[in-house]
């Protein structure tokens, strides 16, 4: 309740709250009435630009595997109002999300319309209380509470492969072991022309890359099948890349990419309907608004919560730590300074000023740690050298949000099996691809890893396990973390980078780090 008051005291105009559920309501599935091939060829008239490379086998990929029938024809139910201003409980405090331009009414706005087949909406997998993605914790919540039946729970992509077993609640929760789990959703890529590797083996559980009808029909054709975490839809004016592998060149393409992929629509939306997605995704701004601790995170001088990130400034290329900076200003390692004011808390509750110290620590650990990058592609061997000496903004430089703000793939090891395996990381239940490169400049070398990476979208082994660093803000409402899950919590995540690139860090700094990062 104190919270709260301080919330009303803090935005007197913002004080309504909402709570959404989400509630599936048992209606007759649409029948298809149109080839995939020919969904397919509407993106490029409906999005208003050319056809991404790799949507069509995709898309055509999701639109054949309605063959396998989903048992459950729930639809995703909207909530009446997203307000201006709605905060939301999350494990250690509160999220808060906020849209300068007023409040949307979900009866009159695509993105939470069903434009599919199969009961989805984009409101499925993007929820404000998950920070507008998904976590974990909330899907196994929403299976437990519908027995599988909730929109999410589908074969397409929601399960390990379209060919799984659910004629039972015990098979259900097998089949979607990875999205209750870890909240991934597979998604099926087609090996791009002129690939320079092939795939020479794979180890699936879930047979889905080696069955030809679902996955790969030889080691360079057909669909590969990787596991990833949804985006968050919000915050998206901070973006330089869009997707985990860059696949997508707009927004537009996004949004009908994936309404006719995972919602598996008998036709592309309209122009009008993808900019009306676009919109509300582009206009809305969440970050954490609440420490169950510290309290209100804009007390005393902070700046956090939404509406202060709504006023952020991004250009692309601002504070490129390589030089991409169009106006030709340094890069500086500051990248956060949300809670400098709380370097100097103070008051009569001590742990209330403890917390919001260790927060204010932990920014400062951020930005000041020295970390010597080695092995990583995208900056080693793009550099030149070894090693290169930087710091948590090298590859999180966009000021007070965290991403990077040019386009960065990177392979910082996530990706790596076998005897590269990650430190800390739990990749355990996810397929293994051993890559061997045929052509170009690493012809001869063989990978060895749980996702290809950017390398499914350009094909080219250099980009073999490249995926780009999403936003920070936010991050307490959606574990688990990195773009297969594989870190189960924060302290995974920083125990992750302490090992991977030796930092050192002490028991204290790892502790404010950790309480920073939930404050974002």
Known sequence: MKERQRIAEAYPAFTHIARISAVGAIVACVACSMSSLSVAQQIGSSSGGGLPAFAPGMIDHMQAMRRFKDPDQSVQQAPPIIPRFEIDNDPVGAIATFQPGGATFPINNPFFQNLGTNGRTCFTCHQPQTGWTVSAAGVAARFAGSDGTDPIFRLVDGATCPTANVSTLQAKRQAYTLLIERGLIRIGLPMPSGVQFAVTSVDDPYSCNTNPVTGLTSPTTGIVSVYRRPLPSTNLGFLSTIMFDGREPSLTSQASDATLG???????????????????????????????????????????????????????????????????????????????????????????????????????????????????????????????????????????????????????????????????????????????????????????????????????????????????????????????????????????????????????????????????
């Open 262 to 520: 995972h919602a598996q629509a008998n036709a592309a939306p309209t122009a009008a309907q993808i900019a009306e997605i676009v919109a509300f995704e582009s206009g809305i701004y969440t970050a954490q608004e609440i420490d169950r601790m510290a309290g209100v995170l804009h007390r005393d001088g902070a700046l956090g919560g939404p509406v202060t990130l709504s006023l952020q400034s991004f250009f692309i290329g601002v504070n490129d730590p390589f030089g991409k900076n169009p106006t030709g200003l340094p890069f500086t390692s500051n990248i956060f300074d949300i809670y400098r004011p709380w370097l100097s808390a103070h008051g009569q509750d001590e742990d209330d000023v403890e917390r919001r110290l260790s927060i204010a620590r932990g920014e400062e650990v951020f930005n000041t740690t020295n970390i010597n990058i080695t092995g990583v592609a995208g900056i080693n061997d793009a550099l030149g050298v070894a090693s290169f000496s930087g710091s948590c903004g090298t590859c999180h430089d966009t000021p007070n949000v965290g991403d990077h703000s040019v386009k960065a793939p990177l392979d910082i090891g996530i990706a790596d099996a076998g005897a590269k395996k990650p430190p800390v990381l739990d990749t355990s239940g996810l397929p293994v691809f051993t890559l061997t490169c045929n052509q170009g400049p690493l012809a001869g070398q063989v990978f060895k890893v749980t996702d290809p990476g950017r390398a499914l979208i350009s094909g080219q082994c250099a980009d073999i396990g490249k995926i780009k660093g999403p936003i920070l803000r936010g991050l307490a409402s959606r574990a688990p973390y990195f773009h297969n899950g594989s870190a189960a919590s924060l302290p995974d995540a920083v125990n992750f980078y302490d090992q991977r690139f030796g930092i050192g860090f002490t028991d204290q700094q790892k502790a404010d780090l950790v309480n920073f990062l939930n404050a974002l």
